[in-house]
């Protein structure tokens, strides 16, 4: 298993100094792309520039998540919400483009110099999702979440379709913790007790493969076991959670190699009272 290699408890004890090194050698190339986009961007959809989300790092632990404006304006008084269909006539014609190509994230390499966030970890959850579901969150998010993951890479396009359908925030809601949240939940568990440099680097690569895809998901990589067991994931919308992460289970203990999948079981959604 990888927290068990060699060098695997200085990777986990040192990757957040490399992260914000990493950051601070990255921002002036960051800073100079942003200067561009704003360029760009706010002659044609105003201000502001940047938009502040709460995110969280654990439960009672919220941060404001930094991100390029992508949609026209919320109602002040309208909850955050992940992006369903009901909200995609709010994306502008430019934030789609920005999207596609995850540019809108590019000042979260702020969050990572702030040491608020890595590179690579669980997307931050939303604080209603987080209030609802404390314990397995605690679990989630023993890991620090980061830009991009295990599961952004394996189930961003399959959830997408999946929310697209949706049609108001309350359907958009209910489908994404019944349909998305369990599956997301069990990858970054499986992240969290696997974690090291060969599957930190396999995430980078599809990550920035994708990039180069438009946002699709980069279909060749290097051999990996929990890389065989993400694979299973990227199926049609039409699989329920419990399916796919079944699958996910079957390919993690039928991998070559010692990969922790008994130790992330499939996450029960209880809300809390």
């Not at 998010?141 to 890479?153: N, Q, R």
Request: glycine share 8%; charged share 25%.
């Amino acid at each position: 298993m990888f927290l068990r290699m060699p060098f695997g408890g200085l990777w986990m004890r040192h990757d957040a100094l490399l992260d914000r090194f990493l950051a601070a050698v990255l921002l002036p190339l960051v800073l100079a792309l942003m200067g561009l986009l704003w360029l760009i961007l706010v002659p044609v959809q105003g201000r502001p520039f940047l938009y502040a989300s709460e995110r969280m790092r654990g439960p009672g632990r919220a941060f404001m998540l930094y991100k390029i404006r992508t949609m026209h304006p919320p109602d002040r008084r309208s909850e955050e919400s992940v992006l369903g269909g009901d909200l995609a006539g709010r994306v502008t014609q430019v934030g789609r483009v920005l999207r596609r190509y995850r540019l809108d994230e590019l000042p979260q390499i702020l969050n990572v110099l702030k040491g608020e966030i890595r590179f690579i970890g669980p997307r931050p959850p939303l604080r209603k999702y987080v209030e609802a579901y404390p314990g397995l969150y605690r679990e989630v998010l023993a890991v620090p979440p980061g830009i991009t993951g295990l599961a952004t890479v394996t189930l961003h396009a399959r959830e997408e379709r999946i929310l697209a359908r949706c049609r108001t925030a309350a359907e958009t809601d209910i489908v994404y913790r019944r349909r998305c949240l369990p599956v997301k939940a069990r990858l970054d568990l499986i992240y969290r007790d696997n974690r090291g440099p060969a599957l930190d680097a396999w995430i980078l690569y599809r990550t920035v493969a994708g990039l180069r895809g438009g946002g699709r998901t980069a279909q060749r990589a290097a051999p990996h076991p929990v890389a065989s067991a993400a694979a299973a994931l990227s199926l049609s919308g039409r699989s329920s959670a419990s399916e796919v992460a079944a699958g996910v289970a079957g390919r993690l203990r039928r991998a070559p190699g010692s990969v922790s999948a008994a130790a992330a079981p499939a996450p029960v959604l209880t809300p809390a009272k």
